[in-house]
């Protein structure tokens, strides 16, 4: 008998990889309210997705829905769950803790996400002996001892543009084998390093540049109806 909660071990598309969670989010919040079962069509009206693209994003995962009904709410959450990673638990190292480092070590949601930050490292001695939210802050001389102690092979990189490289290249010399990149600066690392890149900043960008857009586009419906 198959496992409801086996996954398919073949790659899945990148944009499919970061819809997933969207479709995971939005099942919890059905779930919570009641309903047993949930349509590709109800997903894609409340996200904004096309609902074809829905029902080949779950394709991926081992769940099929029913003729008229739908997914299993239930079991659509857990099989995501598992899917993503988000139901084992994954210790990571946090390096430069400036106020963005700081704050994703507040982020207690993390951890309902599956990654644990569980160290905090920094070049600032005066920051050494400190904590935040109960992590433990060391001057980034400890790391290397602490990894070879501990294994932890994940890495959140927080640390000003002109260090990224740099910091960088010391996490995978001391064993860090998967970075989240959270500067602007697209860090150079071997082939078997995986790099996650989440610039807020790059976002921020994108987001002006279409209100910029909106913005133009409103000005010349006005000089156009000027005109007539």
Not at 66 to 85: C, H, M, N, P, Q
Not at 99 to 107: E, I, K, P, T, Y
Request: charged share 20%.
């Amino acid at each position: 008998m198959t496992n409801p909660l086996t996954t398919v071990h073949f790659k899945v598309p990148e944009p499919t990889l970061r819809r997933l969670p969207w479709y995971l989010a939005y099942a919890q919040l059905v779930l919570k309210s009641g309903e047993l079962y949930l349509s590709s069509t109800q997903i894609a009206k409340n996200i904004a997705v096309d609902a074809s693209l829905v029902a080949k994003d779950l394709s991926y995962v081992n769940i099929a829905g029913r003729t008229r009904v739908g997914y299993d709410v239930k079991e659509l959450v857990a099989i995501l769950e598992s899917f993503l990673g988000f139901t084992n638990s994954h210790k990571a190292f946090l390096f430069g803790v400036g106020s963005l480092g700081g704050a994703l070590m507040h982020d207690n949601g993390l951890e309902q996400f599956g990654l644990e930050i569980v160290t905090g490292f920094d070049v600032k001695y005066e920051l050494s002996g400190t904590s935040i939210n109960r992590i433990p802050i060391h001057h980034i001389d400890r790391f290397e001892q602490l990894q070879q102690q501990t294994g932890i092979n994940i890495g959140v990189l927080t640390v000003p543009i002109d260090k990224a490289q740099k910091v960088s290249e010391i996490m995978i010399a001391g064993g860090i084998q998967a970075i989240w990149n959270f500067t602007p600066f697209r860090i150079r690392v071997p082939e078997n390093v995986i790099v996650q890149n989440t610039s807020i900043y790059a976002h921020l960008a994108v987001m002006f540049n279409r209100l910029n857009a909106i913005k133009e586009d409103e000005k010349n419906e006005i000089s156009n109806l000027t005109l007539q």
